[in-house]
């Protein structure tokens, strides 16, 4: 059995204090595909280091919508850069996140657009975060992605989930999947179509059940695989198989 994480943020500071041992962990979990996910330059210098060692890694990079309000035309052309040069696997997190008091809704749509087009410009898949803001995120990849894009840690309602199938993407599940409130999550996990799943960590938060209060990281994500196997009633070694069909998928690649 083969696991993969398609969203943690193993170069956060937090987590690349004991980057050996949470490789190492990876190793010997059986976690054979992990998606850096980096929101700081700094992020992507460490993921892209970490990458000579560990062949398996891919990387992402994107600015998080929280993180778009004092971004300078700079850093835009510094990501493109990094699109030119075939050094990133896909563009993310990005999206729509209204959560919070001082959002500014038009700051986040014209840097999610904006990366939508990078994305497009240079094919490359997205990875995509959306909290409170469905409407206005959806109608946005529905009328700019032209890439795969993946659902990351979705927690919206059915309806949203199939929207999003629809349009040719990705559902992610993360440890929010194996929580007693986890409210639409299990009847998306068993509707959705199975060549449409993935499955993350989005460590060091969001650790599932049974190590909830522990800091997260790739190795658990094998929690939030059984529970998609138990609800989907699903043999896992077919499942694991077909996750990691749909993860290259994603990416484009063969292997
Ligand atoms: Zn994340």
């Given at each position: 059995m083969r696991y993969v994480d398609s969203h943690c943020h193993i170069t956060f500071d937090r987590l690349y204090?004991?980057?050996?041992?949470?490789l190492d962990?990876?190793?010997h979990s059986n976690v054979s595909e992990l998606l850096i996910i980096c929101c700081q330059r700094e992020e992507f210098d460490r993921a892209k280091q970490l990458q000579l060692q560990y062949p398996f890694i891919r990387i992402a990079y994107g600015f998080y919508p929280c993180d778009t309000y004092d971004l300078q035309e700079q850093d835009y052309q510094d990501l493109e850069k990094l699109c030119q040069s075939g050094d990133l696997d896909a563009i993310g997190e990005i999206g729509l996140d209204y959560h919070y008091d001082d959002t500014d809704k038009e700051i986040q749509k014209a840097a999610l657009i904006r990366q939508i087009d990078l994305a497009n410009t240079y094919q490359l898949p997205i990875s995509?975060?959306?909290?409170?803001?469905?409407?206005?995120c959806m109608q946005i990849?529905?009328?700019?992605?032209?890439?795969?894009?993946?659902?990351?840690?979705?927690?919206?309602?059915?309806e949203t989930a199939w929207e999003a199938v629809r349009m040719g993407g990705y559902i992610s599940f993360a440890g929010p999947l194996t929580f007693k409130n986890a409210r639409s999550l299990p009847e998306v996990a068993k509707t959705i179509p199975a060549d449409?799943?993935?499955?993350?960590?989005d460590c060091p938060y969001l650790t599932p059940v049974p190590h909830r209060g522990k800091e997260n990281e790739p190795m658990y994500v094998s929690f939030t695989f059984q529970k998609l196997c138990e609800l989907r009633e699903a043999d896992p070694e077919m499942l694991s198989e077909q996750i990691i069909q749909n993860y290259h998928r994603f990416l484009n690649v063969s292997k």
């Open positions: 204090g004991r980057i050996d041992e949470i962990n990876c190793q995509i975060h959306m909290r409170d803001a469905t409407y206005d990849l529905k009328q700019y992605a032209k890439t795969p894009f993946i659902m990351h840690c979705f927690s919206g309602s059915v449409r799943i993935l499955t993350e960590t």
